[in-house]
């Protein structure tokens, strides 16, 4: 584990290791595993799930990224494709399934620079098949509290790199209960489609709002989330995560009433790229908005994005 600081933000982050590493799950990307955000007396995030192994599929916590795969379409039962951050895996029988854990045929190679406040993470890999990466991943501290994640993509191979990746944004605020003191709020009016029809979860002209407290063993899920009368392509990548102080919200079949809002602590998020799509997932401990972008890598062209985050 490494630990980068600045004397009033503090990050801690597992390092990536086949054998002994934090996380070895093949679904969300290997570099910078985040093990704690520490901010004026306040984790922003701690492990959030009940059971722990390193090969389950979302045993991270913070931002953490998953890159689609790459290729699966052009292979059959047991050939190799592509996952950014993780490596070239086997292809399962059946419809590809993010959850499960696929074999690992080649984990690339990869390096760290650590300097005090950043820590530069670089995967290369390349495959017969003709896809081929380098790929760099910086956590830096660029404020008094806050930090940003570079992302630098370059396809090394001859075949075009085109998937999605997003970031899952695992905070847990202190470890709070997930309720009406946790806001989500965007820089415009959302819309989406929940997965079911929620009594203590709703849409506000401003974000996503509680009326009560979740239960262990409780989710709620919607996708599909955008700009409300807008396409789903193209909305600001942008978020403000917050937790307050005794708000109450009541919904009703068109949306909420007023609340009280006194803010404790929060993260705010903002991406260099417009969102091509996001979903929104919550449980008891964490309520986790995941705002997707696209990217289409031609053989020697880079792909570069970054996620400024602010804390308060």
Known sequence: MIKISNGTLTISLHTPDSAEGYYRGTRFDWAGVFESIEHNGCNYCEPWFESYSPVMHDAVCGPAEEFGPIGLQEVQTGEPFL???????????????????????????????????????????????????????????????????????????????????????????????????????????????????????????????????????????????????????????????????????DFDDKGAAEGSKICNRSVSAVCNRPMTKAVFWSNHRIACYEPYIDFCIAPGETFTFDIQYTLA
């Open 83 to 249: 996952k950014v951050g993780v490596g070239i895996l086997k292809k399962m029988e059946g419809a590809y399934d993010r959850f499960k854990l696929h074999e690992i045929l080649d984990e690339g190679t990869r390096s760290l620079e650590v300097s005090d406040n950043s820590a530069t993470f670089t995967h290369m890999i390349g495959s017969p098949t003709g896809y081929g990466y380098e790929y760099k991943k910086e956590v830096a501290i660029n404020g008094p509290t806050s930090f940003v994640i570079k992302h630098k993509l370059t396809n090394t191979g001859s075949k075009i790199l085109q998937s999605d990746v997003y970031n899952h944004n695992f905070f847990t605020m202190g470890l709070l209960e997930t309720g009406p003191s946790r806001q989500l709020d965007f820089p415009f009016r959302p819309e989406g489609d929940w997965r079911a029809v929620y009594s203590e979860v709703g849409f506000t002209e401003s974000g996503i709002r509680f009326s009560r407290n979740l239960q262990k063993g409780e989710s709620v899920f919607t996708g599909n989330l955008h700009e409300a009368g807008k396409e789903l392509n193209g909305s600001p990548n942008s978020f403000v995560l917050s937790e307050s102080k005794s708000p109450v919200w």
